[in-house]
């Protein structure tokens, strides 16, 4: 008996072994998937404590001039761990400079400074924002 039913039941391991090892691929697909969408859009980054003291200070902008405190420290966001944050303190930075005078070159020092280690989209945005400042672009 041991003859005849070997050959029997291999296929239906070698089947149990494919099944289970696409099931596992599978698996590990979606996970990953979820690590790369939850990485791209994560919706808890407004939560951070940077980004929100980023978006008050804007929000502070709106309302009126800053605090040399207040520009100091959307200059210190520039350097943030979060691209948002430093997408903002960018904003936050560039609008001051334009409209409070005495502080345009400290502006531009700091999104100068800002290209140089951001990310490539903080950086991008940063040399765009500074190049305004000099009237460079338009």
Same mark, same amino acid.
């Given at each position: 008996? #041991? #003859? ?6 291999? #296929? ?8 289970? %090892? ?9 996970? %990953? ?5 939850? @990485? ?8 951070? #404590? @940077? ?18 405190? !207040? ?9 943030? @761990?979060?691209?948002?944050? !430093? ?6 930075? !560039?609008? @001051? ?42």
């Amino acid at each position: 008996m #041991p #003859p005849d039913d070997a050959p029997a039941l291999a #296929p239906r391991f070698v089947k149990l072994f494919v099944v289970l %090892g696409i099931a596992a691929v599978a698996v590990l697909v979606l996970i %990953g998937l979820k690590v790369w969408v939850w @990485d791209r859009y994560d919706p808890t980054v407004t939560e951070r #404590p @940077d980004v929100k003291e980023a978006m008050t200070l804007v929000n502070a902008r709106r309302a009126g001039p800053l605090t040399d405190q !207040q520009f100091q420290r959307g200059v210190e966001l520039l350097r943030s @761990d979060s691209d948002i944050a !430093q997408l903002a303190a960018n904003t936050l930075v !560039q609008t @001051d400079g334009e409209l409070t005078p005495e502080r345009k070159g400290a502006a531009i020092a700091a999104l100068d400074e800002c290209a140089k280690a951001a990310p490539p989209k903080v950086a991008e945005t940063a040399k765009r924002a500074a190049a305004r400042l000099r009237g460079e672009e338009k």
